[in-house]
Antibody, heavy 117, light 110 residues
Framework: EVQLVQSGAEVKKPGESLRISCQGS????????ITWVRQRPGKGLEWMGA????????NYGPSFQGHVTISSDKSVNTAYLQWSSLKASDTAMYYC??????????WGQGTLVTVSP | QSVLTQSPSASGTPGQRVTISCSGS????????VNWYQQLPGTAPKLLMY???QRPSGVPDRFSGSKSGTSVSLAISGLQSEDEADYYC???????????FGGGTKLTVL
């Protein structure tokens, strides 16, 4: 069974760093890109970017380039999304999903990130 | 403001047919296929339709998709209470070199 399991909820202060994870199982991890999607409270879905776990090639959405870093470690079948300095506006639910273009049929359960003083 | 445009809301009564539309441009819907997602309250989005009109395994045939030019539509026939959810369209955008989503349509079953 294909599964994407994300790390747990985080509560951080502005200026702190953070890395959240998405571990794939049930399939060949390096055969499918992983996409990250943001959903702010009460708002719609936003495509942040994607990574090819086979060679760590990345592609970022214009609004997210330079603000987040997407990485992966194929030895542990895990993709990561990280911030070096969080802002209150980063408060959101973050989903990982399989797929290089529009996300496909497999999504993680989501990781809630709350940034508050 | 989303690159793909959806009506914020739609509604229908049980058994009715409802259509949700999504409009874009030549750089996204006009040249690439569209996926639709259903998001039930408090849950992760679920792939409802891919390649404009293909249903993943397990999606009832009450759901259908179509594309014309730079617009796509999602039709739900025989509306049921469990269809009450947010629906999003998405497509690759050749100009932005990334995926763009619609703003979402909240479907209410009256």
């Amino acid at each position: 069974e294909v599964q994407l399991v994300q790390s747990g909820a985080e509560v951080k202060k502005p200026g702190e760093s953070l890395r959240i994870s998405c571990q794939g199982s049930g399939y060949s991890f390096t055969n499918h890109w992983i996409t990250w999607v943001r959903q702010r409270p009460g708002k719609g879905l936003e495509w942040m970017g994607a990574i090819d776990p086979s060679d760590s090639q990345t592609n970022y959405g214009p609004s997210f380039q330079g603000h987040v870093t997407i990485s992966s470690d194929k030895s542990v079948n895990t993709a990561y999304l990280q911030w070096s300095s969080l802002k209150a506006s980063d408060t959101a639910m973050y989903y990982c999903a399989r797929g290089s273009g529009s996300p496909g049929g497999y999504w993680g359960q989501g990781t809630l990130v709350t940034v508050s003083p | 403001q989303s690159v793909l445009t959806q009506s914020p809301s739609a509604s229908g009564t049980p058994g009715q047919r409802v259509t949700i539309s999504c409009s874009g441009s030549s750089s996204n819907i006009g040249s690439n296929s569209v996926n639709w997602y259903q998001q039930l309250p408090g849950t992760a989005p679920k792939l409802l339709m891919y390649s404009n009109s293909q249903r993943p395994s397990g999606v009832p045939d009450r759901f259908s998709g179509s594309k014309s030019g730079t617009s796509v539509s999602l039709a739900i026939s025989g509306l049921q209470s469990e269809d009450e959810a947010d629906y999003y369209c998405a497509a690759w955008d050749d100009s932005l070199h990334g995926v763009v989503f619609g703003g979402g349509t909240k479907l209410t079953v009256l």
